[in-house]
């Protein structure tokens, strides 16, 4: 029997609401009808009153989630897509991030973003937030690449005092499967090393990190170890382990499906030259979505984002220097 990601964040969910009479679950057609990606299907005959219908709007959402927070309940705000929380953005950043920094209450929130792109989703279904999330001091932020992430990582959530911006990536929802849930895992802050090697170093991140190890598996062909790293989360950021990796391999390029302008790739290069840059042989390089909107077309959309083979690609350039 295997389970999906998209199964894994449900049963995290569901055990969370289980363990916790403090959580509920709000948003958009969360209840009866089970979310825009079935993610609370059968939660809200499961728990009866704690998997709320909201109105449409994010802002509500935000807002009602903070006052609840405030009050000491644990919401888990659902998004239908990850670009509409940008109607909540004011909520978010500047009421639940400084909460604690200004009145010494926490704000224990949690925002479910369904991100990332799919074929045909265009420019206001398809984006990744977690660069903007991040920026602000207070917010965490997680980007889980695996099952076993989205459920452990989902939980930790739920726990963790501090707002916290979930980023589930819709085309993982269905297209990952494990054989089962973890028992135990990394702790949120701690990345991964997904794949060893010698020879270069890719850091990835959420959908990314399949992508990545698809571009390492190609370069074996040809006689190179890329080492891949899962960052797992993106604040905070695992610095140590992405520069012990570059002190391995002497080689770094970072990949993120979001666009490049100020982007977690360009913050994790320069913490490397930072902190690192005598450990470099080539200089690092980054990968990111085009800079331009998510286009709706099938085949604009594979040239719009990374994939195995511009990894690949970009991977080649590095090593021949």
């Given at each position: 029997m295997s389970i999906t990601y998209l199964e894994a964040i449900r049963e995290a969910q569901a055990k969370a609401l289980a363990q916790d009479p403090r959580v509920f679950?709000?948003?958009?057609?969360?209840?009866?009808?089970?979310?825009?990606?079935k993610a609370t299907k059968n939660l809200a005959k499961e728990f009866p009153g704690r998997v709320l219908d909201a109105p449409i709007s994010e802002d509500a959402m935000a807002g009602l989630a903070i006052g609840a927070a405030i009050e000491g309940m644990r919401p888990i705000i659902e998004m239908q897509f990850a670009d509409f929380s940008t109607v909540a953005f004011n909520?978010?950043?500047?009421?639940?991030?400084?909460?604690?920094?200004?009145?010494?209450?926490?704000?224990?929130?949690?925002?479910?973003?369904?991100?990332?792109?799919?074929?045909?989703?265009?420019?206001?279904?398809?984006?990744?937030?977690?660069?903007?999330?991040a920026h602000y001091p207070g917010v965490v932020v997680m980007t889980p690449?695996?099952?076993?992430?989205?459920?452990?990582?989902?939980?930790?959530?739920?726990a963790i005092d501090d707002p916290v911006i979930f980023c589930e990536h819709k085309f993982l929802y269905y297209?990952?499967?494990?054989?089962?849930?973890?028992?135990?895992?990394?702790?949120?802050?701690?990345?991964?090393?997904?794949?060893?090697?010698?020879?270069?170093?890719?850091?990835a991140y959420s959908a990314m990190v399949h992508e990545a190890l698809a571009a390492a598996e190609e370069l074996k062909s040809e006689g190179w170890e890329a080492e891949v790293v899962d960052l797992r989360s993106v604040k905070p950021l695992d610095t140590?382990?992405?520069?012990?990796?570059?002190?391995?391999?002497?080689?770094?390029?970072?990949?993120g499906e979001d666009f490049p302008w100020g982007g977690v790739t360009a913050e994790v290069i320069a913490r490397v030259t930072s902190e690192g840059f005598g450990l470099l042989d080539a200089p690092p390089q980054r990968l990111n979505a085009k800079d331009t909107p998510v286009p709706y077309h099938p085949n604009l959309w594979l040239a719009h984002r990374p994939s195995a083979r511009t990894i690949a690609d970009a991977a080649r350039k590095i090593l021949r220097q």
């Open positions: 679950i709000y948003g958009q057609d969360v209840g009866a009808f089970g979310g825009a990606f909520q978010i950043v500047n009421q639940a991030a400084t909460l604690y920094w200004r009145t010494n209450v926490p704000c224990p929130i949690t925002v479910r973003l369904p991100c990332g792109g799919t074929s045909g989703s265009g420019p206001f279904h398809s984006q990744t937030m977690e660069a903007l999330y690449a695996t099952v076993a992430d989205a459920y452990s990582m989902l939980l930790e959530a739920v297209h990952l499967k494990a054989d089962s849930l973890p028992t135990e895992a990394l702790p949120v802050g701690k990345a991964r090393i997904a794949r060893v090697g010698r020879d270069m170093t890719i850091v140590d382990t992405v520069v012990a990796s570059v002190a391995r391999t002497g080689r770094l390029l970072c990949v």
